[in-house]
Nanobody
């Protein structure tokens, strides 16, 4: 069974940093692209960043220069390092794989002073 378990969210002040983690299981993690998505209150879910099996990365314009996605295939884990956070980054963050259309519970990031 496919599982994606996000962790690392929490409350952070503007300008602060967080690192999110997503542990995957039930599929061959190393062969699939992974992505981070987020859904802010009252808004659609949007793609934040992706990393391919070869390690190539892409970012939404809103997070370029601030966020960094990476993966550790030995740990079946994808990370999202988030720096210079602003209230506009407040959302539930989800990881996702192209292997299947499965969504976990996500992890809540709240940026507030």
């Amino acid at each position: 069974q496919v599982q994606l378990v996000e962790s690392g969210g929490g409350l952070v002040q503007p300008g602060g940093s967080l690192r999110l983690s997503c542990a995957g299981s039930g599929f061959i993690f190393s062969t699939f692209s992974m992505g981070w998505y987020r859904q802010a209150p009252g808004k659609q879910r949007e793609l934040v960043a992706t990393v391919t099996s070869a390690g190539s990365t892409n970012y939404a314009n809103s997070v370029k220069g601030r966020f960094s996605i990476s993966r550790d295939n030995a740990k079946n884990t994808v990370y999202l390092q988030m720096n210079s956070l602003s209230p506009e980054d407040t959302a539930v963050y989800y990881c996702h794989t192209r292997y299947t259309d499965y969504w976990g519970k996500g992890t809540l990031v709240t940026v507030s002073s």
